[in-house]
């Protein structure tokens, strides 16, 4: 049973347009969520993360929402730029829990923004 | 650069092979993971070390053995893998056990003839 979901393998965007990566979970107790992207050939980075006490968090091009009551969220980067091609993981703890500290990773979608 | 280093990075061995997998952190972090990503599978966590200590276990089986001889190192021992144990093996750290964001080194891939 897969508790974080990223229903969308890949996503097409043009350069200059908004990206919008969608993540649902089941597990209620998850209340810390983080976005990772990786390159081909490189180990997934940390992009943004948030807690489940606010429902939205901003880092320049980067935003994330989240929906707890739709277990839902999703991540907008605009405007998309070709360098932002790359997999983008979506991942979640319950961090309060006995499994503190242990992510639990969705499949990833791929984001390719086009010139 | 992310101060997380994997070798090697790619591997290849048959099903009666020993090999080892190795990772070092240079960013002072006292937590160490190793996750796996087989082919169009989220990432799973094998293993965690904090401070050394394994403190979690994911079901792996015994044959894939961690060592953490100290915090900044971490290896993944590989004992008559099967060619569904094929995948890339990611090393990661973190300041503490518990803090959300892991570093991953660059991975190795590995496959079992």
């Known amino acids: 049973d897969q508790q974080v979901k990223q229903n969308s393998p890949s996503l097409s965007v043009q350069e200059g347009r908004i990206s919008i990566l969608n993540c649902d979970y089941t597990?209620?107790?998850?209340?810390?969520f983080l976005w990772y992207k990786k390159y081909p050939a490189e180990g997934p980075t940390f992009l943004i993360s948030?807690?489940?006490?606010?429902d939205k968090n901003e880092d320049g091009r980067f935003t994330v929402f989240l929906n707890k009551s739709a277990k839902h969220l999703s991540l907008h980067i605009v405007p998309s730029q070709p360098g932002d091609s790359a997999v983008y993981f979506c991942?979640?703890?319950?961090?309060?829990?006995?499994?503190?500290?242990?992510?639990?990773f969705g499949q990833g979608t791929i984001l390719t923004v086009h010139p | 650069e992310t101060g997380v280093t994997q070798t090697p990075r790619h591997l290849v061995m048959g099903m009666t092979n020993k090999k080892s997998l190795k990772c070092e952190q240079h960013?002072?972090?006292?937590?160490m993971y190793w996750y796996k990503q087989s082919a169009k599978k989220p990432l799973e966590l094998m293993f965690v070390?904090?401070?050394?200590?394994r403190v979690e276990n994911n079901s792996v089986p015994s044959r894939f053995s961690p060592e953490c001889p100290n915090s900044s190192h971490l290896f993944l021992h590989l004992h008559t893998l099967q060619p569904e144990d094929s995948a890339l093996y990611l090393c990661?750290?973190?300041?503490?056990w518990g803090t959300g964001e892991l570093f991953f080194g660059e991975g190795s891939r590995l496959t079992v003839l």
């Open positions: 990661a750290s973190s300041r503490e």
């Open positions: 070390y904090s401070l050394e200590e």
């Open positions: 960013l002072g972090h006292n937590a």
């Open positions: 948030i807690s489940s006490i606010k």
């Open positions: 991942a979640a703890s319950d961090a309060g829990g006995t499994s503190y500290g242990k992510l639990t």
């Open positions: 597990n209620s107790m998850f209340d810390y």
